[in-house]
């Protein structure tokens, strides 16, 4: 089935640098990519669409000059928390739209980056 | 816009038992699908089961079923002969169609006792 890779797993930052976190769609052209952020012990949360050739789109109250959101290709979309501090400390997911076996329209997540600045 | 509710925080159930996590939502779209993922110690998601809002019938996954009620909104799961594997977060979630993300509720964790 379909596969999003991606990295890093983990990543431990000093405040005021800025971290990049990639997700790869491997046998499939994702067009749209979809990313979350989860809190401990909370739900996923979207924090904004983005889509191959042209601005992501951000949800209300998510600062994009903080989270940059690149998708450069058809199999590759990143996001860059710029300037991190200890409150960006969260767990981030990327899913994109896909099939299942049986034809049906899902989205599938990638293994999830948990990120901690100190 | 859409909306997921799970009122249930915590569930528990003893192996080789049955439970049912409880979900409604609310949406104002006709044409919509909705899910149960699964969110492991690893949090890698899972998706357990989906259901479109347009068939009738419940999906059955192997021990996992769903009671969807459309006109009550409601969208439970039933895990039948519960296993120690299945303990995990388990997130309901609802999607339009098309290109569109998932809008999660808050979760249920399921403990399993053996």
């Known amino acids: 089935g379909a596969v999003v890779s991606q990295h890093p797993s983990r990543v431990i930052c000093k405040s005021g640098t800025s971290v990049k976190i990639e997700c790869r769609s491997l046998d499939f052209q994702a067009t749209t990519m979809f990313w979350y952020r989860q809190f401990p012990k909370q739900s996923l949360m979207l924090m904004a669409t983005s889509n191959e050739g042209s601005k992501a789109t951000y949800e209300q109250g998510v600062e994009k000059d903080k989270f940059l959101i690149n998708h450069a290709s058809l199999t590759l979309s990143t996001l860059t928390v710029t300037s991190a501090h200890p409150e960006d400390s969260s767990f981030y997911i990327c899913?994109?739209?896909?099939?299942?076996?049986?034809?049906?329209?899902?989205?599938?997540f990638g293994a999830g980056s948990r990120l901690t600045v100190l | 816009a859409q909306t997921v509710t799970q009122s249930q925080p915590e569930m528990s159930v003893q192996e080789a038992e049955t439970v049912t996590l409880s979900c409604t939502y609310d949406?104002?779209?006709?044409?919509?699908?909705l899910f149960w993922y699964k969110q492991p110690p690893s949090r890698q998601m899972i998706l357990v089961i989906r259901?479109?809002?347009?068939?009738?019938q419940n999906a059955t996954e192997n021990r996992f079923s769903v009671n969807f009620q459309k006109a009550a909104k409601s969208f439970s799961l039933k895990i039948s002969d519960s296993q120690l594997g299945d303990a995990a977060m388990y997130f309901c979630a609802a999607r339009n169609s098309g290109n569109t993300p998932l809008v999660f509720g808050k979760g249920t964790r399921l403990s399993v006792i053996a």
């Open positions: 899913s994109a739209p896909t099939r299942d076996r049986a034809g049906a329209n899902v989205l599938t």
């Open positions: 949406t104002s779209e006709s044409d919509y699908y």
């Open positions: 259901q479109e809002a347009y068939k009738q």
